[in-house]
């Protein structure tokens, strides 16, 4: 039988806080379980927006962020999260987490089916036309997405929109190695 224990939430954050870094600085909490429950801290320097499966639950322990969805029409529509406060972001909706500097957040989705592929996008900022969209395989939240935004943060060709000819800029503290 596993060791079922109560965990301290807040003293847990403080004894990892070193270990969250990257452009997504997330962590998972309890990485044996089927859901995927992970402290997330800010600033993060992200400009994508992940297309999840399934549904992710954003509760905002520490400091209020902005989630950028975008909308059925296309529309990007920024949603305020304050402290305390709880959303439910639907499955294949685009969205974008905006986090300040000294914010902490907890986020639980489920695990990827064998069968289910995560995806991220960029949109130019100019026109609004998308960049590029990439598909994988999310088997751990914590390397995974790191690398696709890696890839894309390191070129270019991938950054310059093919409409209108601006550049996505790799957003301030985001590595592209």
């Known amino acids: 039988m596993a060791n079922i224990a109560p965990l301290h939430l807040m003293r ?7 270990q969250f870094s990257g452009p997504v600085a997330n962590k998972e909490v309890f990485p ?3 859901f995927i429950y992970q402290i997330i801290r800010g600033p993060n320097a992200r400009n994508d927006f992940h297309i999840d499966p399934g549904d992710e639950i954003f509760y905002q322990l520490k400091g209020d ?26 499955a294949g909706t685009p969205h974008c987490p905006i986090r300040p500097a000294d914010t902490w957040g907890l986020v639980i989705e489920r695990k990827r089916r064998a069968d289910e ?44 929109c093919r409409s ?6 790799v957003p ?3 590595s592209s190695d």
């Open 12 to 18: 847990w954050i403080d004894e990892h806080k070193e």
């Open 32 to 34: 044996e379980s089927e």
């Open 65 to 90: 962020i902005t989630v950028r969805c975008i909308d059925a029409d296309g529309k990007p529509r920024d949603i305020k999260v304050r402290e305390g406060e709880v959303m439910l972001c639907r």
């Open 117 to 160: 592929l995560d995806r991220l996008a960029w949109f130019c900022e100019r026109c609004g036309g998308k960049l590029h969209e990439a598909t994988f395989s999310c088997a751990n939240i914590e390397v995974e997405l790191r690398e696709v935004i890696q890839k894309f943060n390191a070129s270019r060709a991938l950054r310059t």
């Open 164 to 169: 209108c000819g601006a550049e996505l800029p």
């Open 172 to 174: 301030a503290g985001a």
